[in-house]
């Protein structure tokens, strides 16, 4: 383990190429890029799964309109 620090001390993460920098300086560019680097947006909500309630409501839905039923599993069942 002492290996991988002493590794990632000796390689550079950050370099600047152009113009010098003051330590401050040096510092507040080097918090922002961790900042950025570590950054993880929320996780999105997951969507449900369709409930029996959304599925007898798509139902009616749908024989309010007099459209066909839909193909599927069950779809013997809610045949008139």
Sequence with gaps: ??????????EPRLTV???ELTDEELAALT????ATN????????????????????AFV???????PNMPGPGSWKRKR
């Design 38 to 57: 570590s950054y993880a947006p929320a996780p999105k909500p997951k969507k449900k799964a369709p409930g029996p309630r959304s599925q007898a409501r």
């Design 61 to 67: 839905r749908r024989a309010l309109l007099a459209l």
């Design 1 to 10: 383990m002492s290996t991988e620090l002493e590794n990632e001390a000796a």
């Design 17 to 19: 190429v152009r113009g």
């Design 31 to 34: 918090v922002v890029v961790a």
